[in-house]
């Protein structure tokens, strides 16, 4: 009797490791920038320059990198801004590694403190949570049926397996010019800058990866005049682009993990010699896994009143796929100036990120609690120097609803902003609102 089998390939999660770790470092200001007044925001994020397999390790080299929006410490009082860098190394165990594997790997700044020690000298502090994640393809070789075994009676049972058809990294780049408006100054120097791609939805076609969304920037410049307060300007550029991938079939089902590793907006001459526009550049790291499930009617045993045949069995962990839900959360919230001067006259800027604390399965569905981290920048009635910042951090509570969830069920779930929105209420309020996204994948085992 000869078994016929059929080879399909799975992914299965191989090791994963977590870390989180502490900077404290003082920073001396340099002497390009002046001294060092009333700090107004800051930001931090995470540059990794290089990661090193070992044997069951991984050594990572990168920097984090921070900047300050502050008031000079002298009688112009002027906005300045200033960028640095900070070292980092860190070893995440990652049991069963070997080199070669595929590490997906996330990155988080908890929390970033900037303290000033005096106008020359800085103190950063700041936490940062890794992540990280090695996944390997397993061949499987399904028994489907027999061959030449006359007079043997074979059980058969339909099962659902989700395959892996593409598991490899990519970037995902998106670049887009913006056109000062004829009554904005031409740029003399950024002082602030955020973008960031907002809403991002991605679907598998035939021969590429489908991508649309909307990138969000923020530009706070000075102009070309002394005696003229800081410029800015604000823009969302919806998009629709697609990345190649061969493999690649309208019938798959995207599992994409993304990680932002560049963001950066600078100002070019236009037709006429003139800084007029901004180029805004995002670069995210994208760990690609497309799949797809099949049923196949597998042979599960075989009998033959006339010979003893012993069958050789195996068990093998494979999955199916019970639910893609795509949920969204919204959230709306007010927040209280802190203590500054004056009354608020008028928001200029505000951008947040989403952190998920907890998820939980339950009967209904997965619950999911975090917080929205959002930074505001807005001017008060103060003449000498109006533009302030708050951070505020708003709760939510979601259930994503999941019908016929079990304990034992795993998901894949990757958050983002899709919308945040902020009014004044009055002249020391601030209304939030904001969408959450969680694309989810919610897979069963068989």
Same mark, same amino acid.
């Given at each position: 009797?000869?078994?016929?089998?059929?080879e399909?390939?799975?992914?299965?999660?191989?090791?994963?490791?977590?870390s989180?770790?502490?900077?404290?470092?003082?920073?001396? *200001?340099?002497?390009?920038?002046?001294d060092?007044g009333?700090?107004?925001q800051?930001?931090?994020?995470?540059?990794?320059?290089?990661?090193?397999?070992?044997?069951?390790?991984?050594?990572?080299?990168?920097?984090?990198?921070?900047?300050?929006?502050?008031?000079?410490?002298?009688?112009?009082?002027?906005?300045?801004?200033?960028?640095?860098?900070?070292?980092?190394?860190?070893?995440?165990?990652?049991?069963?590694?070997?080199?070669?594997?595929?590490?997906?790997?996330?990155?988080?700044?908890?929390?970033?403190?900037?303290?000033?020690i005096?106008?020359?000298?800085?103190?950063? &502090?700041?936490?940062?949570?890794?992540?990280?994640?090695?996944h390997?393809?397993?061949?499987?070789?399904?028994?489907?049926?027999?061959?030449?075994?006359?007079?043997?009676?074979?059980?058969?049972?339909? *099962?659902?397996?989700?395959?892996?058809?593409?598991?490899?990294?990519?970037?995902?780049?998106?670049?887009?010019e913006?056109?000062?408006p004829?009554?904005?100054?031409?740029?003399?120097?950024?002082?602030?800058?955020?973008?960031?791609?907002r809403?991002?939805?991605?679907?598998?076609?035939?021969?590429? /990866?489908?991508?649309?969304?909307?990138?969000?920037v923020? *530009?706070?410049?000075?102009?070309?005049?002394?005696?003229?307060?800081?410029?800015?300007?604000? &823009?969302?550029?919806?998009?629709?682009?697609?990345l190649e991938?061969?493999?690649c079939r309208?019938?798959?089902?995207?599992?994409?993990?993304?990680?932002?590793?560049?963001?950066?907006?600078?100002?070019?001459?236009? @037709?006429?010699?003139?800084?007029?526009?901004?180029q805004?550049?995002?670069?995210?790291?994208?760990?690609?896994?497309?799949?797809?499930?099949?049923?196949?009617?597998?042979?599960?045993?075989?009998?033959?009143?006339?010979?003893?045949y /012993?069958?050789?069995?195996?068990?093998?962990?494979?999955?199916?796929?019970?639910?893609k839900?795509?949920?969204?959360?919204? /959230?709306?919230?007010?927040?209280?100036?802190?203590?500054v001067?004056?009354?608020?006259? &008028?928001?200029c800027?505000?951008?947040?990120?989403v952190?998920?604390?907890?998820?939980? /399965?339950?009967?209904?569905?997965?619950?999911v609690?975090?917080?929205?981290?959002?930074?505001i920048?807005?001017?008060?009635?103060?003449?000498?120097?109006?533009?302030?910042?708050?951070?505020a951090?708003?709760?939510?509570?979601?259930?994503i609803?999941?019908p016929?969830?079990?304990?034992?069920?795993?998901?894949?779930?990757?958050?983002?902003?899709?919308?945040?929105?902020?009014?004044?209420?009055?002249?020391?309020?601030?209304?939030?609102? @904001? *969408?959450?996204?969680?694309?989810?994948?919610?897979?069963?085992?068989?």
């Amino acid at each position: 009797m000869e078994i016929q089998k059929k080879e399909y390939r799975i992914i299965r999660q191989k090791s994963c490791a977590a870390s989180q770790i502490t900077l404290d470092e003082d920073y001396n *200001v340099p002497d390009s920038r002046p001294d060092v007044g009333r700090m107004i925001q800051k930001k931090g994020s995470v540059q990794i320059q290089k990661v090193k397999v070992q044997e069951g390790r991984a050594g990572l080299t990168g920097r984090l990198a921070f900047c300050l929006l502050y008031v000079s410490d002298d009688e112009e009082r002027r906005i300045h801004s200033l960028d640095g860098v900070i070292p980092l190394d860190e070893t995440l165990n990652l049991e069963g590694l070997h080199d070669g594997d595929k590490i997906r790997l996330k990155w988080e700044v908890e929390d970033l403190t900037i303290r000033l020690i005096h106008p020359r000298k800085l103190n950063i &502090q700041a936490i940062i949570t890794f992540e990280a994640v090695v996944h390997e393809n397993v061949a499987l070789m399904l028994p489907e049926d027999v061959r030449a075994a006359e007079g043997v009676s074979i059980k058969k049972q339909d *099962v659902r397996i989700l395959g892996i058809c593409v598991h490899r990294k990519d970037t995902i780049r998106r670049k887009e010019e913006i056109t000062l408006p004829s009554n904005k100054p031409d740029v003399e120097e950024i002082l602030w800058h955020d973008a960031q791609i907002r809403g991002l939805e991605m679907r598998c076609g035939d021969g590429e /990866i489908l991508l649309k969304g909307e990138l969000f920037v923020f *530009v706070l410049y000075m102009g070309g005049e002394e005696n003229n307060p800081p410029e800015w300007i604000e &823009q969302a550029i919806p998009f629709n682009d697609s990345l190649e991938c061969e493999q690649c079939r309208a019938d798959m089902l995207p599992n994409i993990d993304l990680q932002m590793i560049q963001a950066s907006v600078t100002a070019k001459p236009d @037709a006429d010699g003139e800084e007029r526009l901004l180029q805004a550049e995002v670069v995210l790291e994208a760990d690609i896994r497309l799949q797809r499930e099949e049923t196949f009617n597998l042979l599960m045993d075989a009998y033959a009143p006339t010979k003893d045949y /012993i069958p050789v069995c195996r068990e093998e962990n494979t999955e199916h796929l019970l639910i893609k839900n795509d949920a969204k959360c919204r /959230i709306s919230d007010r927040v209280e100036a802190g203590d500054v001067p004056g009354k608020i006259l &008028q928001i200029c800027h505000s951008d947040g990120s989403v952190k998920v604390d907890r998820t939980e /399965i339950r009967e209904e569905g997965i619950y999911v609690e975090g917080v929205l981290m959002v930074r505001i920048l807005y001017i008060v009635s103060d003449d000498n120097m109006p533009f302030y910042a708050m951070e505020a951090s708003v709760p939510f509570q979601h259930l994503i609803e999941v019908p016929e969830i079990e304990a034992d069920c795993r998901f894949d779930m990757r958050t983002d902003l899709e919308q945040l929105s902020t009014a004044m209420v009055d002249s020391r309020e601030i209304e939030l609102k @904001a *969408v959450l996204n969680f694309n989810t994948l919610v897979l069963c085992p068989n």
